[in-house]
């Protein structure tokens, strides 16, 4: 439980470019298990690896005059070109800094890689991930002998066995406009974001307002608040050593065409490094969990984080609650409208952790100015973490 309102799968909408985008988990699914079908891996002593200039040619007019000398990494196996990713991991292994490289001619920074390769510890490796799909080879990643890699196909196929295959109604979240978003897959990570309207889970706070459990609203619909929280969960992975993996659940109550995230909890996280040959494993072990989870444990569960909140008070009085959020960095003003928009628009006391949140939460929808909802939204965060701390479930 850390977040009131999560922007990490609105940080992807608006960042990724088209070419990082699909159409569904399945098309991403299948351009992954593309790559990893033409893909091998490779480790060798840093001795055995050698930087090698060559001379490009016009391909299209079959002109043999050079057109420009390129660095390739020469192995046992062959030579392959490099990522500007890769080429910076290579870059760091030996010691050089790659921003400088990138500025010598070919020919200079083969020396130089050269000698940082002759002169590495005894015993160096590297792991390579090389792809090759019918052009020149290319190296992906260049990474210590040590890494776990773990496969995108491998993480969301197994995402969609054990959830968008056994119910419909885990999808990537709608947007304003119906273009398709949600599963992005870049050279460095990729990041999923999936939400299940079936999995509704009661907001205590809401469940005695008037007409309340009737007509719950599906996470398609996101026109405002709701009668209950959805479940959501995000995947974050790299085939090569760009981040951690992490696999995060999500309780909420509503999500943006931009798939921001409101009035958020985050239920659970698992996160590991890309190290040793049980991470494989142990990812998809916790998938199979959370999979047995949504499966089995009643909302009633889900339904005790929320209600913990909620009985829990940040103060006794009004003034003290202002006092709390002041200390906690609000402004006079920002706590006094905080504490009146959630007597007036919220079922929750406003003296309450979850309460007093919601109300952060509204203002900071309702602000125009993009700096004002972060600050709020900061404000809600730093209430729920605190919160959390108090509630035993």
């Known amino acids: 439980m850390r977040e009131t309102n999560i922007a990490t799968a609105q940080s992807e909408y608006y960042k990724r470019p088209a070419d990082e985008r699909f159409a569904s988990v399945a098309a991403l699914v299948a351009a992954a ?23 490009t040619h016009n391909t299209e007019t079959f002109d043999r005059t050079p057109e420009q000398e390129v660095l390739r990494l020469e192995s046992p196996n062959g030579r392959a070109q490099l990522t500007h990713y890769a080429f910076g991991q290579l870059a760091r292994t030996i010691g050089a800094p790659a921003s400088y490289l990138r500025t010598l001619p070919p020919e200079l920074a083969a020396r130089n890689i050269n000698h940082g390769l ?17 052009g020149t080879p290319t190296i992906r990643a260049a ?36 273009t398709p978003a949600g599963a992005y897959r870049g050279d460095r990570d990729s990041f999923v974001i999936v939400v299940n309207g079936g999995s509704i889970v009661t907001d205590p706070s809401l469940s005695n307002r008037p007409g309340s459990g009737a007509g719950l609203r599906q996470p398609t619909d996101t026109t405002g608040p709701t009668d209950g929280m959805f479940r959501g969960l995000m995947l974050r992975n790299s085939e090569v050593g760009h981040c951690s993996i992490t696999i995060e659940s999500i309780l909420f109550r509503y999500i943006c065409g931009n798939h921001m995230l409101w009035g958020a909890i985050m239920d ?101 100015y993009q700096d004002d909802r972060l600050v709020l939204d900061q404000l809600a965060a730093l209430v729920l973490k605190r919160g959390a701390a108090l509630v035993t479930v």
């Open 268 to 368: 659970r996280q698992f996160r590991r490094r890309h190290v040793g040959t049980k991470i494989t494993r142990d990812t998809m072990r916790e998938l199979q969990d959370l999979a047995w989870k949504f499966t089995n444990r009643t909302a009633a569960s889900d339904e005790a984080i929320v209600r913990g909140l909620i009985d829990h008070e940040i103060a006794h009085t009004r003034e003290a609650v202002i006092d709390e959020l002041k200390k906690m960095g609000a402004t006079k003003q920002q706590a006094e409208e905080a504490y009146a928009t959630t007597e007036q628009k919220e079922a929750a006391s406003p003296r309450s952790f979850w309460g007093i949140a919601q109300g952060l939460t509204r203002n900071s929808q309702e602000s125009g």
């Open 33 to 55: 298990q593309y790559d990893k079908d033409h893909s091998a891996e490779r480790t060798y002593n840093l001795k055995d690896l050698k930087a090698v200039v060559e001379q």
């Open 143 to 178: 990474t210590s002998d040590t890494y776990g890699r773990v496969w995108d196909a491998s993480l969301y196929g197994e995402l969609s066995r054990r959830f968008m295959d056994t119910d419909s109604r885990w999808i990537t979240p709608p947007t304003w406009d119906g």
């Open 118 to 134: 002759q002169e590495s510890p005894a015993g160096t490796a590297a792991n390579l991930l090389v792809r090759a799909n019918g």
